[in-house]
């Protein structure tokens, strides 16, 4: 089993940054691939970024790149989300996700093993 936990979520202003970490379980995080989803108000989960077990592959979602990135410390059983720029339309509950095969990249949600509970992210304009 693994239990990922978010945190770092909050209120900021249009232009601002915010970083979001999450804390994975197990001794095997360094195996996983992990992703980045969101859920905007009432609209459907979508990508946000994934990288890969190793961090050397890293991948974006559309609406998020040259903005945000996609990071994880290993040692710290950690990935992080660093959100710059940030816009009224990146209001929405962020969850991480674990891909316990690893070796890719992805944006379908159907990869993904294992989700944590989310952490909300308000951008006010």
């Known amino acids: 089993q693994v239990q990922l936990v978010e945190s770092g979520g909050g209120l900021v202003q249009a232009g601002g940054s915010l970083r979001l970490s999450c804390a994975a379980s197990?001794?095997?995080?360094?195996?996983?691939?992990m992703g980045w989803f969101r859920q905007p108000p009432g609209k459907e989960r979508e990508f946000v970024a994934a990288?890969?077990?190793?961090?050397?592959?890293?991948y974006y979602g559309d609406s998020v790149k040259g903005r945000f990135t996609i990071s994880r410390d290993n040692a710290k059983n950690t990935v992080y989300l660093q959100m710059n720029s940030l816009k009224p339309e990146d209001t929405a509950v962020y969850y991480c996700?674990?891909?316990?095969?690893?070796?890719?990249?992805?944006?379908?949600?159907?990869?993904?093993?294992?989700w944590g509970q989310g952490t909300q992210v308000t951008v006010s304009s």
């Open positions: 996700a674990a891909d316990l095969a690893g070796g890719s990249v992805s944006r379908y949600e159907s990869q993904y093993d294992y």
């Open positions: 197990g001794r095997s995080f360094s195996n996983y691939g």
């Open positions: 990288i890969s077990w190793s961090g050397a592959r890293t």
